[in-house]
């Protein structure tokens, strides 16, 4: 089992920058794939960022150029590093990770940029 919990949400001016965590623990032999994702109101949830266990990375093209994801396997942690923001990136961030084959998705946290 994996637990994950996220970090670093708020309210931010369009133009700044925010730097969102995502922890896991549990018991668990390692994590694969980490991903974050974001619904903003009344819209699905779509895929932001991704980074593998080997570090290779994508992105939706609406971030790339602004946002980076990276992860420190030794703290079992990803970031989102979320640069250049605009009202369009308000929204609920997810953390999801690939263990053991199984999905396990964080509780989310609120990412809201002012104009």
């Known amino acids: 089992q994996v637990q994950l919990v996220e970090s670093g949400g708020g309210l931010v001016q369009a133009g700044g920058s925010l730097r969102l965590s995502c922890a896991a623990s549990?018991?668990?032999?390692?994590?694969?794939?980490m991903r974050w994702f974001r619904q903003a109101p009344g819209k699905q949830r779509e895929l932001v960022a991704t980074?593998?266990?080997?570090?290779?990375?994508n992105y939706a093209d609406s971030v790339k150029g602004r946002f980076t994801i990276s992860r420190d396997n030794a703290k079992n942690t990803a970031y989102l590093q979320m640069g250049s923001l605009g009202p369009d990136d308000t929204a609920v961030y997810y953390c999801?990770?690939?263990?053991?084959?199984?999905?396990?998705w964080g509780q989310g946290t609120q990412v809201t940029v002012s104009s």
């Open positions: 549990g018991r668990f032999f390692s994590i694969d794939a």
């Open positions: 980074i593998t266990s080997g570090g290779s990375t």
């Open positions: 999801r990770v690939t263990s053991g084959g199984r999905i396990y």
